[in-house]
């Protein structure tokens, strides 16, 4: 037992639980504090479960059915059930982005060809959840979207923001200077001065019938209805989201699976001219990588001739289809680098000559000399002329140049769109060859890095320049390969290029580069096919240039494509023997061996026909080995026969015209078939040349065969060199995927022997053939894999599915398909890093799943499949379904097993006892498969027998699809002895997962989602195929089917629990990926079934949480299990929220409930249900199971005794907070009456918080207000905003460990007073206390109040503590902090003081972090210390580098405005909310005698609001509650709470002199009203005439921007109601009143005085001594002044004069102690001070109309007391030691000796007599008496 944990220890801590007894015993059903963990203090009726225990969940299923709703309709009734369309299966047409979708054009095609073409053009089968979108996931308040719904707030007007601007403060200054121009003249008493001024004042508004008797009932009702109209309904839309990543519960849908482009580049070809212009020149452009060293698009050709050029060649070129007339083009880019160029050939109709010849012309004639060489120049055109008539179908290469795309790019980068010339040249001048560009381009764009970690460019946002290309370098005739091609571009880079020296050809060639739009019009793909929006067919298009990227590209098919590309390479012809120099190779694509047989499949290149038939290669003069450089594009056809070949005929042609020679003439002959063993040939071939005609049925073999009697040249070595390329996804390419593909093939067709590569696979053979292939997917290039990965799965599940019948034997290929899923998965996710979501989840998977997969042979509308149907012949084991059903159908119901996979023998070898145990209770027959007989038990197998309409439509839907043939049925009957099985691919794939073991089983783990969500959507195919979707869920799936996902679902429970610590990344995908699944079965399956899963899954975890020494991870791990499965879009429903709690009858008499009645309230069931409600009683937590495991979950880690849940409490709080926010926001639950059924489920959250406030951050200490108001002496703990670097920091630093923060308070309800609480973060605590606010806006008032008069007094203080905190928490911070924080370097240093604690923490370090992130895992960190990293998570955000660019620093203006205006309607809607919470409490005190205590704290929160910067619109409902208070409880304010009497006044007076007229008027009526109570009380309202005047004179003294107009304006007020107050107009009230208003009158005059002589103090002092004089009636405010000039004085080191003020006080003082008390050690009043000064008689009381110091409220300071007098005289006495006046030190002591002597006070007396000698010694060294004398005299 001694390592239990200190966790389980402490959970039957007994101190905590002998507080929790103490407490439980004034009361029972206390919702007291929910968070024993222990067993003992939880006083409820019914035997309790802990809080660490899962309870067991209400069969919701039952329940429904048994509690059925009482209303029909309305809002409430939608909160009871899920709605009826809530899941939809909609098959969406996939958009295409053709005009006419590609689809082969043959009408047969083979069973592959079918497949593919049906995989790239069915529609899209997609499971909707209907409303899933209001789940938190996508919570609105996390979202961008919370700024559109706080679109027309009313804007709040708050004080602090109002403050008027200098200039017209200053004229109203001069105004007033203007209008009491008497106050000089007329001496200080003068009653005339102020009647003067406050007649000349404008009273505010008066407030219709404030002096009206109404009753308090209606008082209330009206302020209420007033409260609560045109209340901000949301409350979350004005608080901003916590600062979390993504929600880790949002699934964002996949993207659409589409075709693949990279960057896009958009080439306009606009003009090529050379200095002659003499023949048609063809160009071609391609784009070439000279890293890779690889050609990365196909060519395109374009003609930039003139039409008369164009006509030399009539006679050769067919009319040109505008395909070919295309001279712009879309390049495709997917891996942009600086090795790409942009490759431009030019080709001229063959001529006699090499090219050097050729080319000459172009070299020495320049376009000036044009005249000078006009006959040459005639010439020349006339020899054209005649090649182009005798020659004109051949070509030979003549020039090239290359342009390096990013300079390009970079160049053009700057962001000005408009576009740059960039003219690039060779050789004149020192500039580079590739670039010389016009001085406006200076912008280079900073290049991003790509992936590969080249340096990349962007090409989307380069800006579009137009180039001039001005030289071409001449074509070399024996240096035309791919080879020599890259040697040229890589010397093209360095400085010194030898092709610099070359002579070049001069030309211009002008084209456009830009990134090419989104949709450009006009668009033909690489087959020619118009793209989208194409208006007009006579448009000359643009051309889509099908890209061949650099490296691999990981993308599915989603199109037909099936392209071949053929390069000729090279060619030896120097060992045959003949002529043959001049040759060109023509090639064709055949489909027979007659020459007829030339398929028109050959793409035209330009200004031609679209298709030919023969392409020809461009010739070099007189070589006898020529090399190639050409590209020929074919078409393939969708299926190929051993017929089909591409053949070579070499020719020579003649380029001299002699007699009897022909044009061509053919030497040598070659071919490549194009399928071997029934697969495309492609690649190198190094072929032999046939001299003869090849023979008879030469396409079947292949050339290298050396065929009797054939001549070849060169002895039949290879001479021709030529490469084949297909881009088609028709053909894997992938000898795996190949055989996989045809065996899966051939069992549909039923064709045996099937032949794969040399082998003849007989149907006995193949079973094992077909395992062997689906084992051997593994060894398969990914990059096939991906192509094909849609078909790839598809088959895979279909052979689960439906078994093969192979020789008669049903073979149940399941396991080994579930293995290859397993392992292609885990292949795509280990190798395509890149493509993962937050979850670990790839894209391409997630697609697949979303849009693709549906249950083999459901699709809508098909035909039963016959062989047209997809793969549905009747030899797959499918069952044939009759008119007449056979009487055996009956007895199928028996579990037959299939006979394949006889290893499985009697258990399976799970290394989980507890699986074992679930599968082997059910008979281990169950390891293969059974029949599944789909449905509820009782229903027959297949459907209604009845024909009417609707059945077989029912039958068309149904998943038991078959093929309707009898006989076959019973043939296969006969022939296995069993009925063939259709297996339901999630109970399938539920029980291999369960059954697998071993490397399988961790494949299937490490991608569970995978198979989690194939189940799924499965499951719902099937209820949808089989008309269920609206079946009861309890009949909706077998019970095998159930065990087997309770099996799976516990097991991986396991997994988590067992190996968090060990893979801690893949258990926290495991943990989520399990959460989602359950998530969806929720929609789908039995819900009570689902809630059983969860408990198990917390069962797990609560069981291996005792025995961990450090919790926070694995606690992590539930969190964000559970997050996940209440982001569930009906997560309302599900918890019942309509169910009223009652407790279950418990079986026997439960001990707590015999200890209850002890209660000294009632303890009806009524109460009791209240309490249910408040509590995580069992009935709670079984009725609204989720929400009580979220409220769980939040009181254990909350719970000060947690152990090491400390870093938890920011992602308990926010999972909380995101809960309340999104119902908040959540249209189905806007109207009222069904918000407090949401907030009903939270109302244990308010107990939970009143728990937590000792360790709740005290707001309120930002203020300079007292602390809290009922805590003891808070120590000054270091809170979070302090600047210096906090304890725990400076601990770390000195190397000591941590301390816990402690906030010792004065709770009783902490478990033990000498606990350490952690506090918890300022944000953590925000976000508590504004859930608590929507709890209490949102939940029924009556059950709040019914609750409230449960609770004891200490709790409902504790309440009031809350609300007090929120006051401060929400409170306006106005606009001018906004500004302030805005500024930046309010920000770095609080980021540099993070990251400093941070980092000596030793939390998490920064390298670590980004990995984690980058891994989308951020917040899960396993820092588990006391200061978990969690709470401080807040600076990576600006730290980690790429959010820099993103977060804008600096606001704008309209932004703060908006900031300020959120803010400021929060801070009203909080405070309203706490007003009416307060007024609930109040209620409830009125109904229960023994409260009165409570009183006193909710005018303490009131007070502590008022004092706030509050709005307006809050100040005018404060007040009228204020007031209602008032009326209510007279004798509360001016009995028992006199100090808060004080406050109050304070506040009001302080409101009577705001700027803003609505507040001044409801704090003058307030004022008014409390003198009219005060007064009916005893026709006396001197306590409030003291207080108000003292109040006003503090205000006077201290407020810096107090304004005297507003304040006259509300005196005027005042007295305009007394004057209007018809009932006490016989009483003396309105005279005292009008004193008192005239008395403050004159008060504000001396204050305008005082602040007109702000800078002349002496003018200062002399006005204070006035006012002081004044009040010489009132002792208080008398010593107040005198407090006042005091300070004055010593501001100014004016000591002497300081102590005389002292003097005067300490005599006043004494006076008045001499009245109270008889002591005769005090001082005898003021007489005893003489000796110090002779003035101090002024303080005697001798005025007749002194009130009597005995009197209520006067002479109630602190000062007022003995130690008061001591303080006075000890102050006086050091300011005269301070002044030198040592005499008169003397005399002070001579009254503080007896004082000290009576007291025995040792200590003090020898301070005195210290202080003393000192003086004495002092007056002895003085040197003359002078000093002394003329001091003396000047102060007095």
């Keep these: 037992m001694a390592e239990r944990r200190a966790f389980a220890q402490k959970i039957s801590r007994t101190v905590a639980a002998e507080v929790r007894k103490q407490i439980s015993g004034q009361y029972s059903g206390s919702p007291q504090l929910l968070k024993n963990l222990s067993l003992v203090g939880n006083v409820s009726h019914h035997a309790s479960v802990p809080l660490t225990e899962a309870v067991d969940p209400v069969d919701l299923e039952d329940y429904l059915i048994t509690h059925p709703l009482a209303v029909e309709s309305g809002p409430l009734r939608d909160l009871l059930e899920f709605p009826p369309d809530d899941i939809e299966v909609v098959y969406s047409p996939r958009d295409c982005r053709t005009l006419v979708s590609a689809v082969p054009e043959e009408s047969e095609m083979d069973p592959h060809v079918r497949d593919c073409v049906r995989s790239y053009t069915e529609d899209w089968a997609i499971v909707n959840r209907k409303y899933h979108k209001l789940g938190t996931g996508f919570n609105p308040n996390t979202l961008d979207k919370q700024k559109e719904r706080q679109k027309g707030l009313p804007k709040q007007v708050f004080e602090s923001d109002e403050a008027p601007d200098g200039n017209s403060y200053q004229d109203e200054q001069d105004d007033l200077k203007r209008r009491s121009m008497s106050i000089d003249d007329t001496p200080r008493g003068s009653w005339a001065c102020s009647i003067f001024d406050l007649k000349n004042s404008l009273p505010d508004a008066l407030l219709p019938s404030l002096l009206d008797r109404t009753p308090n009932e209606d008082i209330d009702h009206q302020n209420d209805d007033q409260r609560k109209s045109n209340r901000h309904k949301e409350l979350f839309a004005l608080h901003p989201a916590p600062d979390e990543e993504e929600p880790i519960e949002r699934l964002s849908i996949p993207e659409i699976p589409k075709e693949h482009f990279g960057q896009r580049l958009l080439v306009k070809c606009l003009s090529l001219k050379f200095e002659i ?62 090795d790409v160029f942009l490759v431009i050939k030019l080709e001229k109709v063959l001529q006699q000559g090499d090219i050097g010849e050729c080319a000459e012309p172009y070299m020495i004639f320049k376009e000036a000399d044009a005249t000078k060489n006009k006959e040459k120049l005639e010439k020349l055109r006339s020899q054209a002329d005649q090649f182009c008539q005798r020659l004109g179908k051949y070509r030979m290469p003549f020039a090239w140049t290359a342009i390096h795309l990013m300079n390009i790019v970079s160049s053009a980068g700057s962001l000005e769109r408009d576009s740059t010339d960039v003219e690039i040249s060779t050789g004149e001048r020192k500039g580079s060859w590739s670039e010389r560009r016009n001085s406006s381009v200076v912008g280079r764009r900073s290049l991003e890095r790509t992936t590969s ?441 028996s579990r037959s097993l299939s006979n394949s996979n006889p290893d499985i023998s009697g258990t399976p070898t799970s290394p989980d006892d507890e699986v074992r145990s679930i599968i082997g209770s059910k008979g281990l027959d169950r390891s293969n498969s059974w029949v599944n007989t789909g449905g509820p038990k009782a229903a027959p197998w297949g459907s209604n027998p009845s024909p009417s309409a609707e059945s077989t439509q029912a039958m068309d839907r149904s998943c038991n699809r078959m093929s309707s043939h009898t006989e076959t049925s019973s043939f296969l009957q006969t022939l296995t002895g069993r009925l063939p099985t259709k297996k339901l691919f999630h109970e399938e794939l539920a029980l291999q997962w369960v059954v697998c073991s071993g490397s399988v089983r961790e494949a299937a783990l490490q991608q569970a989602w995978f198979f989690f969500e194939l189940m799924v959507k499965s499951m719902v195919h099937h209820l949808y195929f089989t008309d269920k979707l609206d079946a009861p869920r309890k009949n909706r799936f077998p019970e095998r089917f159930m065990d087997d996902i309770a099996a799976l679902v516990s097991t991986i429970a396991s997994d988590v629990v067992s190996r968090f610590q060990k893979d801690t990344e893949m258990v926290e995908r495991l943990n989520m990926s399990l959460a989602f699944f359950l998530n969806d079965l929720l929609s789908v399956m039995d819900r009570g079934f689902v809630f059983s899963l969860i408990k198990a899954c917390y069962k797990q975890v609560s069981s291996k949480l005792y025995s961990l020494p450090n919790p926070s991870l694995l606690v992590s791990l539930r969190l964000d299990f559970l997050r996940v499965i209440c982001s569930h879009e009906h997560y309302v429903t599900l918890n019942l929220p309509c169910s009223l709690l009652t407790p279950p009858a418990s079986p026997s008499p439960s001990v707590s409930s015999a200890t209850s009645q002890s209660s000294g309230f009632s303890t009806n069931v009524q109460d009791q249900k209240t ?51 999104s119902h908040d926001s959540d249209p189905r639950y806007s109207d009222p009456q069904v918000k407090a059924r949401v907030a009903m489920l939270y109302l244990p959250l308010i107990g939970i918080i009143m728990e937590t406030v000792p360790q709740l951050y005290d707001f309120t200490e930002t203020h300079n207000q007292r602390g809290r108001p009922s805590c003891v002496a808070i120590e000054d703990y270091e809170s979070e905003g302090g600047n210096m670097i906090s304890q725990t920091v400076a601990m770390a630093i000195a190397g000591t460990p941590v301390p816990q923060l402690a906030r010792p308070s004065s709770f009783l309800l902490t478990s033990s007073t000498g606990r350490q609480h952690s506090m918890f973060s300022a944000e953590s605590s925000r976000s508590l206390l504004i859930c608590l606010l929507w709890v209490l806006k949102n939940a029924d008032e009556t059950v709040l109040q019914k609750w409230f008069t449960d609770l004891s007094v200490l709790q409902l203080n504790r309440l009031l503590d809350l609300l007090y905190l929120c006051v401060s928490c929400f409170e306006y911070k106005g606009k001018k902090v906004f500004e302030r924080m805005n500024s930046l370097t309010f920000k770095k240093s609080k980021d540099m003081r993070a990251k400093l604690e941070e980092a000596i923490l030793g939390s998490i370090g920064a390298r670590q972090e980004m990995v984690r992130r980058s891994r989308g895992q951020l917040e899960r960190s396993p820092s588990g210390s006391a200061f978990g990293s969690q709470e401080n998570l807040r600076w990576r955000k600006d730290m980690t580098h790429w959010r820099q660019n993103t977060e804008k620093l600096d606001k704008s203006r309209a932004e703060i405005e908006h900031e300020a205006l959120i803010d400021g309607n929060l801070a009203t809607e909080a405070n309203l909310i706490i007003l009416d919470a307060l007024e609930i409490i109040v209620q409830t005190v009125s109904l229960a005698e023994s409260k009165e205590s409570i009183l006193g704290g909710v005018l303490k929160v009131l007070l502590h609001s008022m004092a706030c910067h509050q709005s307006a619109l809050y100040l005018q409902h404060c007040f009228a509650t204020q007031r209602a208070l008032v009326s209510k409880f007279p004798e509360l304010l001016f009995e028992e709470e006199t100090e808060q009497c004080a406050d109050l006044c304070l506040r009001l007076l302080r409101h009577c002199s705001s700027s803003v007229s609505s507040i001044r008027s409801h704090a003058s009526a307030s004022l008014y009203l409390l003198m009219r109570q005060n007064f009916e009380i005893g026709n006396n309202f001197a306590r409030v005439k003291m207080q108000v005047t003292m109040s006003l004179s503090s205000l006077v003294g201290t407020s810096q921007s107090f304004n005297e107009e507003f304040l006259r304006r509300s005196l005027k007020t005042i007295l305009t109601y007394a004057e209007e107050d018809l009932e006490l107009r016989e009483t003396t009230f309105p005279d005292q009143v009008q004193d008192l208003v005239f008395n403050l009158h004159m008060i504000l005059s001396d204050t305008v005085k005082m602040k007109e002589h702000q800078e002349d103090p002496e003018m200062l002092i002399d006005l204070m001594y006035r006012i002081a004089k004044g009040y010489q009636t009132s002792p208080d405010l008398r010593l107040t002044w005198l407090q006042n000039m005091a300070g004055k004085h010593s501001e100014r080191s004016n000591h002497a004069e300081a102590a005389q003020c002292l003097v005067h006080s300490a005599a006043l003082v004494a006076e008045y102690l001499s009245m109270l008390e008889d002591r005769k050690y005090l001082p005898v009043g003021c007489v005893t001070f003489q000796n110090i000064s002779s003035n101090v008689l002024e303080e005697s009381a001798v005025s007749d109309d002194v009130v009597s110091p005995d009197e209520e409220g006067i002479c109630s300071g602190k000062y007022f007391t003995e130690a008061g007098l001591v303080g006075l005289l000890e102050q006086a006495a050091a300011s005269f030691s301070m002044a030198g006046m040592y005499e008169a030190v003397n005399e002070v002591y001579k009254v503080l000796v007896p004082i000290h002597e009576a007291n025995r006070d040792a200590k003090k007396l020898s301070v005195i007599h210290g202080k003393l000698q000192e003086a004495f010694s002092k007056i002895v060294h003085q040197s003359t008496g002078w000093e002394f004398v003329l001091c003396e005299y000047f102060s007095f």
């Excluded at 460019?457 to 080879?483: H, I, M, W, Y």
């Excluded at 937590?1181 to 938890?1208: K, S």
Aim: net charge neutral; with cysteine.
């Design 453 to 893: 970690g080249d340096e990349a460019c962007s090409l989307t946002t380069f800006r579009p320049a137009t180039l001039t290309v001005t030289n071409f370098f001449k074509q070399e005739g024996d240096r035309l390969s791919d080879e020599d091609l890259y040697k040229f571009l890589a010397d093209m880079r360095r400085p010194s290029s030898v092709l610099r020296r070359l002579r070049p050809i001069t030309a211009q060639l002008k084209i456009d580069i830009s990134p090419a739009p989104e949709n450009p019009h006009y668009c033909l793909t690489p087959e020619l096919l118009q793209v989208k929006s194409y208006p007009d067919s006579r448009v000359r298009p643009t051309r889509e240039i099908l890209e061949f990227p650099a490296r691999d590209v990981y993308v599915p098919n989603t199109t037909y494509r099936n392209l071949l590309y053929v390069y000729p390479q090279s060619l030896n012809f120097a060992n045959r023997q003949g002529s043959a120099r001049n040759i060109t190779v023509k090639v064709q694509f055949m489909y027979g061996e007659d020459p007829s047989n030339a398929m028109p499949v050959i793409f035209g290149k330009s200004s031609c026909s679209e298709f030919s038939k023969e392409a020809y290669t461009a010739v070099v003069y007189h070589n006898r080995s020529p090399d190639f450089h050409e590209e020929i594009k074919v078409k393939l056809p969708a299926t190929l026969t051993d017929h089909h070949h591409l053949l070579f005929t070499f020719y020579h042609v003649s380029c001299q015209q002699k007699q009897n020679t022909p044009l061509e003439t053919p030497v040598g002959y070659t071919w490549i078939p194009m399928l071997q063993n029934g697969r495309l040939k492609t690649g190198q071939f190094c072929l032999p040349v046939s001299l003869e005609k090849p023979p008879q049925a030469y396409s079947v073999l292949s050339p290298e065969v050396p065929l009797p009697g054939m001549k070849w040249v060169d002895n039949h070595k290879g001479v021709f060199n030529v490469e084949v390329v297909a881009v088609s996804s028709i053909h894997t390419q992938d000898p795996y995927l190949d055989k996989f593909f045809a065996l899966v093939n051939a069992l549909d067709e039923h064709m045996f022997p099937v032949r794969i590569g040399d082998m003849r696979i007989m149907e006995n053979n193949l079973e094992n053939e077909l395992k062997s292939s689906i084992s051997a997917l593994n060894s398969s290039q990914l990059e096939p894999v991906v192509r094909f990965l849609h078909l790839l799965l598809d088959k895979l599940i279909l052979l689960v599915v439906r078994p093969p019948v192979i020789a008669g034997q049903i073979v149940n290929l399941g396991q080994a398909s579930f293995e290859a899923m397993a392992s292609i998965v885990n292949r795509l996710h280990k190798n395509l890093e890149g493509n993962q979501d937050q979850h670990g989840r790839n894209s391409l998977l997630t697609s697949y799943i979303y849009y693709v997969f549906r249950l083999p042979n459901t699709y809508p509308n098909s035909p039963s499949p016959g062989p047209g149907g997809l793969g549905g012949s009747v030899h797959y084991a499918t069952m044939a379904r009759s008119a007449v059903r056979p009487a055996s159908l009956h007895l199928n119901r």
């Design 277 to 338: 212009e003499i023949e048609p020149i063809f160009a071609s452009l391609a784009l070439y990588d000279v890293k890779e060293k690889k050609k990365i698009s196909e060519n395109f050709y374009f003609d930039l001739n003139s039409e008369q050029m164009k006509g030399m060649l009539r006679p050769h070129v067919p009319p040109a289809a505008i395909t070919t007339l295309a001279r712009s083009a879309i390049f495709s880019i997917t891996y942009p680098s600086q």
């Design 1171 to 1221: 309490a249910n409600m408040f509590e995580l009683s069992l009935p709670f937590r079984q009725q609204h199971y989720l929400a009580g495991l979220v409220l769980t979950e939040l009181a254990i880690i909350l719970d000060p005794d947690a152990d090491g849940l400390f870093g938890l409490h920011k992602k308990v709080i926010n999972m909380v907070h995101n809960l309340l926010s």
